[in-house]
């Protein structure tokens, strides 16, 4: 591999630790970790002294985005990575339709940033809140015919790896490392820039539209292939479910009223519901009658805006997840029946299932590797206790060659996982080449890695 190694380490880096331990938990709140000492480099130089300094001390490291994985991805009892400082954009190459940021930078940043140059990002997830290496290392993803996950979009990678080295790697330079460590878990290194493939800015229409169970299963095929971007939710306890296409558009642009943006995405998407949510965890005998009410409230509409601005929206709503992606021809099947399963099973369950769908890619751990998928999200509200919802779908995924998303709630381990990625085995010997030590180990990579 061709390296370039950073000096000797940099006083600033250390100053950059926290002077004491200090709890961490993500967003959900339902994974916490006690770091023996949290760093936030500020350039790359001193991001590889730090990792130098942990491998002296005998610690492990794991960088940590914006807490937004409910699995322990991130948790280490060793040196926590904070990236915070990492934001600096490094080129926009309007002529090579590139984008090279830091580890640390707010999707929503790049976002903004790529409106204001003309660019866009060829595909988003539903939020935007997760930094840049966050996102695309747990393999964050939307939805799309075509267009794949964040980490299916990126051109090369700088990653310091468990010597302190940093290295650059792309298709050209150093191919191995690039095709794991595009979506590497943070288990091969800390990435400290990305270079995003982008394309011309373009805006999308959103057409919006209640739709039954039965309507929106029996049309699954013709409305993933006659949209760009296609997504429903799906009520538990009712036949309702919300479904969006989104298309691009050649304008001219027509965006959601201020009022109705605030109405629709914020007051009844975010206020309305956390109350109807606490209701429905204090009395949950209420949930099957707010599920009938929820599964209408979102009406009709059809807008025009900015791709990411129609991609995206606001959750403040907190919750825990388990989303799991099964071949794209199983997806019908699959949901009728996790349906069967919540209609027999005399649970309550407040949250919509979300299923969207992603075309195979090249990524060795993407969730898409080398099939067309569908994705099928449940969820809990912070609080609820789990009255056996996820153990028993995670059940009907797994017959199905599920794969759980890496940064969601699943008990899968390193021997079911090495049977339905066909490129694992080369992950873990990469893995074994540039961390043999696992300086970037922890509980989770050893769950689903192995040793």
């Known amino acids: 591999m ?33 770091p023996r000492r949290t760093v936030s480099p500020a350039s790359v130089e001193e991001l590889a002294a730090a990792v130098r300094a942990a491998a002296e001390d005998g610690q492990p ?53 790529l409106e204001h140059a ?26 799309g015919r075509a267009s794949g996950s964040l980490a299916a979009q990126i051109k090369a990678l700088e990653i310091v ?7 650059r790697c792309s298709p050209t330079e150093n191919a191995e490392l690039f095709a794991g460590a595009r979506l590497g878990l943070g288990a091969l290194g800390v990435v400290s820039a990305i270079t995003f493939g982008v394309e011309p800015a373009f805006q999308l229409t959103a057409f919006e539209q209640p739709m039954s169970f039965s309507e929106v299963t029996g049309r699954f095929d013709e409305l993933v292939t006659d949209n760009e971007h296609f997504e429903f939710y799906w009520f538990p306890h009712t036949e309702g479910c919300s479904t969006k296409r989104n298309n691009r558009s050649e304008g001219p642009a027509a965006p959601l009223t201020p009022f109705r943006k605030w109405l629709d995405d914020e007051f009844i998407s975010n206020t309305v519901w ?51 992606a099964v ?7 699959v ?55 996820f153990t028993e779908v995670e059940k009907i995924m797994t017959a199905h060659q599920g794969r759980p998303h890496w940064g969601k709630l699943h008990t899968r381990d390193a021997e079911y996982l090495a049977g339905v990625y066909p490129h694992f085995a080369e ?21 689903v890695l192995g040793a």
């Not at 005399?346 to 993407?366: K, N, Q, Y």
Request: net charge positive.
């Open 274 to 324: 956390e109350g109807a949510c606490r209701v429905g965890r204090r009395f949950p005998g209420t949930i099957p009658g707010i599920a009938r009410i929820a599964s209408k409230a979102w009406s009709e509409r059809t807008y025009t805006d900015v791709s990411y601005k129609v991609f995206t929206s606001p959750r403040r709503v907190r919750f825990v997840e388990m989303e799991y």
């Open 427 to 447: 992950f873990t010997a990469l893995r074994d080449k540039v961390d043999p030590e696992r300086r970037f180990g922890n509980d989770y990579l050893r769950r």
């Open 161 to 167: 790896l468990a010597d302190g080295t940093v290295t």
């Open 118 to 143: 003309g660019l866009a990002l060829t595909n988003m997830g539903d939020i935007m809140v997760q930094t840049v290496a966050g996102a695309t290392s747990t393999g964050t993803h939307g939805t």
């Open 335 to 389: 949901l009728r029946e996790l349906k069967a399963l919540v209609d027999r099973s005399g649970w309550r369950i407040s949250f919509p299932v979300e299923v969207r769908v992603a075309p195979a890619d090249d990524l060795w751990m993407s969730t898409a590797s080398e099939r067309d998928t569908a994705y099928i999200a449940v969820h809990l509200y912070r609080g609820t206790t789990d009255p056996g919802y």
């Open 327 to 333: 071949p794209r021809e199983a997806a019908t099947t």
């Open 61 to 113: 490291v794991k960088a940590v985005g914006s807490g937004h994985s409910f699995t322990a991805i991130a948790a280490t009892d060793g040196v926590l990575v904070s990236p915070e400082r990492l934001t600096k954009v490094r080129e926009i190459d309007h002529k090579g339709g590139t984008v090279t940021v830091e580890s640390g930078l707010p999707l929503e940043k790049l976002n903004v940033l």
């Open 2 to 34: 061709s390296t370039t190694t950073s000096g000797s380490p940099n006083p600033a880096s250390r100053a950059a630790s926290s002077a004491a331990p200090g709890a961490w938990s993500n967003w959900a709140g339902n994974q916490t970790a006690r």
